[in-house]
């Protein structure tokens, strides 16, 4: 069976049984506990904690998951992968242990054939359920239920929380072996290919096991090792979900897998795995960057990278990947094609970032040569590999050539000190709540929302938490955040802010209470109201009138439907594919962020701000309405990439210009806005563009402040408003030449302080070494200085020049060294040797091998570094 064949034949064998298929979630979770979908029950952990209400009894999916805890085993062993397909039958409070099992077999033994004489299970030691089941219920061979301990077989949700034993099916290899001392840590001959957890405990904080009310099924079966199973390869690389990329690479390497030895297959098989996971994270939205989930696609993109320099691809191929990745996984992924040219773009720019970031690596490791070591340390190998993806191999290589072994136990230390904090980060899905706020929402049903129609109601005090503790009562001038039964304050969510206001109400005292409501944020379904008591007292069970202010909500409307219309006149002016990457509704100021590779030039903000302005002004009655979410993709409207929406979903609709899905707050025309006002546009990150801009009130207030600052500069200039621009180039045209002038002048006092530094020149050999101190110049003006000595020395002078720029800050260190072509010839290079020397001021550069310039912080140390580098020079010389 192919891969999308096993896949489609476990979802239907599910779906024929009361199962809701669904569609697989985003790489990048609705969960601040982890940076990545790790696990196939990812989506569905609120539904297991009871926080969110279970989309059906029983639920089927092929869920796309990424883990890098054990990257170095990529490719070197026969399964382990970056990014994988968890296929998972669900219970939420329906079936349990036994029908979990027998649908196991029958789907293992039944629609993918598996002989029972090659298949193994394990139970938990104390599973006596499980085991029973197997052996009674199932007929399963006694000698091939196996018992394993708690590390294995107990799946625990964290220190506290759901739990519960588990069993797991075994595919044996080589069952000629035999029933008799089976040992399935035996990886040669046994693969594990479908877990089934049973969460049927609750963990208390003393460790105490309690039987939970609802029993649930948690399943996971790995879509390549099934693969690897049913088509008769060795490893999961060599099916068809992973070997077209294999073969791809191998193409672009001008290789042949099959003839390569280990090293060349281990590159290989890291370039395929590594091509699906880093195309499915950019599709969802990933960009590559040095920190959280964008380092691991930055990591991975570069191990890509790295393999193929090792295989001798030795020019960009990522986009080649790319297009092998999308068209292997597109039927699954449709998205993949339809986000081809974002993913493309950004595989591209991030290679060609790389490439450079390695001659950088390059030269570090000049660097480190050239201060002659004994040995290139594990530490300063590891920076190589980790931070410039320069590989060991080749540190190994280059340091060999100059009679240097590399340490690698230390490099392997530094290794495994990055392997444990991945560990540490990356393995668990943790499920214990946080906070009080958590625990009461926990707890509480989801608050009706009436702010679409109310901006004031009475309400019931649901919870309170005071200054962060739960609590029954709150006096004045407590920070509080409240719960309502029902609320008109919009809850912060989808980019807009939350509401304003106060709760006023006759308080538990009886002399009226007032709270100010500074924020409110949204706890799953739960509104939580932030602020603080101005007077009385509140406890719970008390009614209060809630006000949200009004002026704040017309603004945070106002800029939310400008926001809508920024996004339509940018997929009409820049390009039809552009798509929302966040965004921020304020009250004075509105940020979109989007996927565009380019900067958008300034004529076309100004085409955006005029259209914009003109759909404001042609008064277009907004149209929201409730639909289910097939309907409403149907009828156009946009949806946030990556986004989870429910099947009935809120569609704002302003006729003949935007239709989307938004939960947020809108005014009725856009006549309501007013006026519309681009205030800058940046990149945030890799192929991501942020616009920012006000509209309706905000508009005057950021005009108003622009027109203080032009009325002050016509003041300093003595300019009117129209002539500003053309007095302020001309002052810069003046200073320009001034400062030109200075610099001559400068470079003129060098070279004359200079000329009386030759006679301090020395033999050494056959060669002139001049090292000397020369202060009050600016770098460009020390290094003419010091390539007019070597003129004036001859083709076997080297200088060294060194001073503070200005005599007064020691903080500035300038370092100029300039070679003859005989020195250069003698081994020495300037570049490399300056390098070294401005370290020991506290700093560093570099430059050509005839002439460089480095740079310090220590002007304490200088006269030291010069009596160095005259040392240096001397024993090199001489």
Not at 23 to 40: N, Y
Not at 104 to 133: C, H, K, M, Y
């Given at each position: 069976?192919?891969?999308?064949?096993?896949?489609?034949?476990?979802?239907?064998?599910?779906?024929?049984?009361?199962?809701?298929?669904?569609?697989?979630?985003?790489?990048?979770?609705?969960?601040?506990?982890?940076?990545?979908?790790?696990?196939?029950?990812?989506?569905?952990?609120?539904?297991?904690?009871?926080?969110?209400?279970?989309?059906?009894?029983?639920?089927?999916?092929?869920?796309?998951?990424?883990?890098?805890?054990?990257?170095?085993?990529?490719?070197?062993?026969?399964?382990?992968?970056?990014?994988?397909?968890?296929?998972?039958?669900?219970?939420?409070?329906?079936?349990?242990?036994?029908?979990?099992?027998?649908?196991?077999?029958?789907?293992?033994?039944?629609?993918?054939?598996?002989?029972?004489?090659?298949?193994?299970?394990?139970?938990?030691?104390?599973?006596?359920?499980?085991?029973?089941?197997?052996?009674?219920?199932?007929?399963?061979?006694?000698?091939?239920?196996?018992?394993?301990?708690?590390?294995?077989?107990?799946?625990?949700?964290?220190?506290?929380?759901?739990?519960?034993?588990?069993?797991?099916?075994?595919?044996?290899?080589?069952?000629?072996?035999?029933?008799?001392?089976?040992?399935?840590?035996?990886?040669?001959?046994?693969?594990?290919?479908?877990?089934?957890?049973?969460?049927?405990?609750?963990?208390?904080?003393?460790?105490?096991?309690?039987?939970?009310?609802?029993?649930?099924?948690?399943?996971?079966?790995?879509?390549?090792?099934?693969?690897?199973?049913?088509?008769?390869?060795?490893?999961?690389?060599?099916?068809?979900?992973?070997?077209?990329?294999?073969?791809?690479?191998?193409?672009?390497?001008?290789?042949?897998?099959?003839?390569?030895?280990?090293?060349?297959?281990?590159?290989?098989?890291?370039?395929?795995?590594?091509?699906?996971?880093?195309?499915?994270?950019?599709?969802?939205?990933?960009?590559?960057?040095?920190?959280?989930?964008?380092?691991?696609?930055?990591?991975?993109?570069?191990?890509?990278?790295?393999?193929?320099?090792?295989?001798?691809?030795?020019?960009?191929?990522?986009?080649?990947?790319?297009?092998?990745?999308?068209?292997?996984?597109?039927?699954?992924?449709?998205?993949?094609?339809?986000?081809?040219?974002?993913?493309?773009?950004?595989?591209?720019?991030?290679?060609?970032?790389?490439?450079?970031?390695?001659?950088?690596?390059?030269?570090?490791?000049?660097?480190?040569?050239?201060?002659?070591?004994?040995?290139?340390?594990?530490?300063?190998?590891?920076?190589?590999?980790?931070?410039?993806?320069?590989?060991?191999?080749?540190?190994?290589?280059?340091?060999?050539?100059?009679?240097?072994?590399?340490?690698?136990?230390?490099?392997?230390?530094?290794?495994?000190?990055?392997?444990?904090?991945?560990?540490?980060?990356?393995?668990?899905?943790?499920?214990?709540?946080?906070?009080?706020?958590?625990?009461?929402?926990?707890?509480?049903?989801?608050?009706?929302?009436?702010?679409?129609?109310?901006?004031?109601?009475?309400?019931?005090?649901l919870a309170l938490v005071v200054n962060g503790e739960p609590a029954q009562r709150a006096v004045a001038g407590d920070a509080v955040q409240v719960v309502l039964d029902t609320t008109p304050f919009y809850g912060e969510g989808g980019g807009q802010v939350g509401d304003r206001g106060v709760l006023c109400g006759d308080g538990a005292g009886g002399d009226g209470v007032i709270v100010a409501i500074e924020a409110v944020?949204?706890?799953?379904?739960?509104?939580?109201?932030?602020?603080?008591?101005?007077?009385?007292?509140?406890?719970?069970?008390?009614?209060?009138?809630?006000?949200?202010?009004?002026?704040?909500?017309?603004?945070?409307?106002?800029?939310?439907?400008?926001?809508?219309?920024?996004?339509?006149?940018?997929?009409?002016?820049?390009?039809?594919?552009?798509?929302?990457?966040?965004?921020?509704?304020?009250?004075?100021?509105?940020?979109?962020?989007?996927?565009?590779?380019?900067?958008?030039?300034?004529?076309?903000?100004?085409?955006?701000?005029?259209?914009?302005?003109?759909?404001?002004?042609?008064?277009?009655?907004?149209?929201?309405?409730?639909?289910?979410?097939?309907?409403?993709?149907?009828?156009?409207?946009?949806?946030?990439?990556?986004?989870?929406?429910?099947?009935?979903?809120?569609?704002?609709?302003?006729?003949?210009?935007?239709?989307?899905?938004?939960?947020?707050?809108?005014?009725?025309?856009?006549?309501?806005?007013?006026?519309?006002?681009?205030?800058?546009?940046?990149?945030?990150?890799?192929?991501?563009?942020?616009?920012?801009?006000?509209?309706?009130?905000?508009?005057?207030?950021?005009?108003?402040?622009?027109?203080?600052?032009?009325?002050?500069?016509?003041?300093?200039?003595?300019?009117?408003?129209?002539?500003?621009?053309?007095?302020?180039?001309?002052?810069?045209?003046?200073?320009?030449?001034?400062?030109?002038?200075?610099?001559?002048?400068?470079?003129?006092?060098?070279?004359?302080?200079?000329?009386?530094?030759?006679?301090?020149?020395?033999?050494?050999?056959?060669?002139?070494?001049?090292?000397?101190?020369?202060?009050?110049?600016?770098?460009?003006?020390l290094q003419s200085a010091a390539q007019g000595l070597v003129d004036q020395l001859g083709a076997a002078a080297a200088v060294v020049l060194g001073g503070l720029p200005d005599p007064t800050d020691a903080g500035k260190v300038i370092l100029v060294a300039a070679f003859g072509p005989d020195v250069i010839a003698a081994g020495p290079k300037a570049g490399a040797f300056i390098g070294g020397i401005a370290k020991l001021?506290?700093?560093?550069?570099?430059?050509?091998?005839?002439?460089?310039?480095?740079?310090?912080?220590?002007?304490?140390?200088?006269?030291?570094?010069?009596?160095?580098?005259?040392?240096?020079?001397?024993?090199?010389?001489?």
């Amino acid at each position: 069976m192919s891969g999308a064949e096993i896949r489609a034949a476990f979802l239907d064998f599910y779906e024929q049984r009361g199962h809701k298929p669904m569609a697989s979630a985003s790489l990048v979770p609705d969960d601040p506990t982890v940076l990545l979908t790790i696990a196939g029950m990812l989506p569905f952990k609120p539904v297991f904690l009871g926080q969110q209400p279970r989309p059906a009894a029983r639920a089927t999916s092929a869920q796309k998951c990424i883990r890098t805890n054990d990257i170095e085993n990529v490719g070197r062993t026969a399964r382990h992968h970056t990014f994988f397909e968890m296929l998972g039958n669900f219970s939420f409070g329906d079936y349990f242990k036994e029908q979990a099992i027998q649908w196991a077999w029958e789907l293992s033994t039944g629609v993918f054939g598996l002989s029972p004489q090659n298949l193994v299970v394990s139970v938990f030691r104390e599973d006596d359920e499980a085991e029973a089941i197997w052996r009674d219920v199932v007929g399963v061979n006694p000698k091939r239920i196996i018992r394993m301990d708690e590390a294995d077989n107990f799946w625990a949700s964290g220190p506290t929380g759901p739990c519960g034993p588990c069993s797991e099916i075994y595919y044996d290899f080589k069952p000629e072996l035999g029933d008799d001392g089976i040992d399935l840590e035996d990886d040669g001959r046994f693969i594990e290919f479908y877990n089934l957890v049973f969460m049927q405990y609750n963990r208390d904080a003393e460790g105490t096991l309690t039987p939970l009310a609802n029993r649930n099924i948690d399943t996971g079966m790995g879509l390549e090792r099934m693969a690897q199973i049913l088509q008769g390869v060795p490893n999961n690389y060599e099916t068809d979900l992973i070997y077209p990329l294999i073969e791809t690479a191998a193409g672009l390497a001008g290789v042949d897998y099959r003839a390569l030895d280990d090293r060349g297959k281990t590159s290989l098989k890291v370039i395929g795995d590594h091509s699906r996971a880093i195309t499915q994270l950019i599709c969802d939205g990933v960009t590559a960057s040095n920190l959280g989930r964008g380092y691991i696609l930055r990591r991975l993109l570069r191990r890509v990278v790295r393999h193929g320099r090792l295989l001798g691809i030795d020019k960009p191929f990522l986009t080649a990947m790319g297009e092998a990745s999308i068209a292997l996984m597109q039927a699954a992924y449709p998205q993949l094609n339809e986000r081809r040219e974002v993913i493309l773009a950004e595989l591209q720019r991030e290679e060609a970032r790389f490439l450079e970031t390695l001659e950088r690596g390059e030269k570090l490791l000049a660097d480190v040569l050239a201060a002659k070591p004994q040995q290139i340390s594990g530490e300063q190998a590891f920076e190589l590999y980790d931070t410039y993806g320069f590989p060991l191999e080749l540190t190994e290589e280059i340091a060999e050539e100059h009679g240097l072994t590399v340490d690698l136990a230390g490099f392997e230390a530094a290794m495994e000190a990055q392997r444990q904090r991945a560990k540490a980060a990356a393995v668990s899905i943790d499920l214990t709540l946080q906070g009080a706020i958590d625990q009461v929402a926990a707890e509480l049903e989801a608050t009706q929302f009436r702010g679409y129609e109310l901006l004031e109601q009475s309400s019931c005090v649901l919870a309170l938490v005071v200054n962060g503790e739960p609590a029954q009562r709150a006096v004045a001038g407590d920070a509080v955040q409240v719960v309502l039964d029902t609320t008109p304050f919009y809850g912060e969510g989808g980019g807009q802010v939350g509401d304003r206001g106060v709760l006023c109400g006759d308080g538990a005292g009886g002399d009226g209470v007032i709270v100010a409501i500074e924020a409110v944020s949204r706890n799953r379904s739960v509104f939580v109201h932030s602020g603080r008591v101005e007077r009385g007292s509140l406890a719970i069970g008390d009614v209060v009138h809630g006000q949200v202010d009004r002026a704040c909500r017309r603004r945070a409307q106002a800029n939310h439907t400008a926001t809508h219309l920024l996004q339509a006149a940018l997929k009409q002016v820049v390009d039809p594919g552009i798509g929302q990457a966040g965004s921020l509704v304020d009250f004075d100021r509105l940020r979109f962020d989007f996927h565009c590779p380019r900067a958008v030039t300034p004529a076309e903000l100004q085409q955006i701000e005029a259209l914009i302005n003109g759909w404001i002004s042609e008064a277009h009655a907004l149209e929201v309405a409730e639909m289910a979410i097939d309907a409403a993709k149907a009828a156009g409207a946009v949806a946030m990439f990556g986004e989870k929406y429910a099947d009935v979903v809120r569609v704002v609709d302003v006729p003949g210009v935007s239709m989307e899905l938004c939960g947020g707050t809108h005014v009725a025309n856009t006549a309501e806005i007013g006026l519309f006002k681009i205030v800058g546009e940046s990149g945030v990150a890799a192929g991501i563009r942020r616009i920012e801009a006000v509209a309706g009130a905000a508009v005057l207030a950021y005009l108003n402040e622009r027109d203080a600052v032009v009325k002050q500069l016509g003041e300093r200039f003595k300019a009117q408003p129209g002539e500003i621009v053309e007095r302020v180039v001309q002052l810069s045209d003046e200073l320009k030449a001034s400062q030109k002038a200075l610099a001559a002048a400068r470079e003129e006092l060098a070279l004359a302080k200079s000329a009386a530094l030759a006679a301090q020149a020395q033999a050494v050999g056959g060669s002139v070494l001049l090292v000397a101190r020369l202060d009050g110049v600016e770098g460009a003006g020390l290094q003419s200085a010091a390539q007019g000595l070597v003129d004036q020395l001859g083709a076997a002078a080297a200088v060294v020049l060194g001073g503070l720029p200005d005599p007064t800050d020691a903080g500035k260190v300038i370092l100029v060294a300039a070679f003859g072509p005989d020195v250069i010839a003698a081994g020495p290079k300037a570049g490399a040797f300056i390098g070294g020397i401005a370290k020991l001021c506290g700093g560093g550069g570099g430059g050509r091998p005839n002439l460089a310039q480095a740079g310090g912080r220590d002007g304490a140390a200088l006269d030291g570094a010069l009596e160095q580098a005259r040392q240096q020079l001397e024993a090199a010389l001489g």
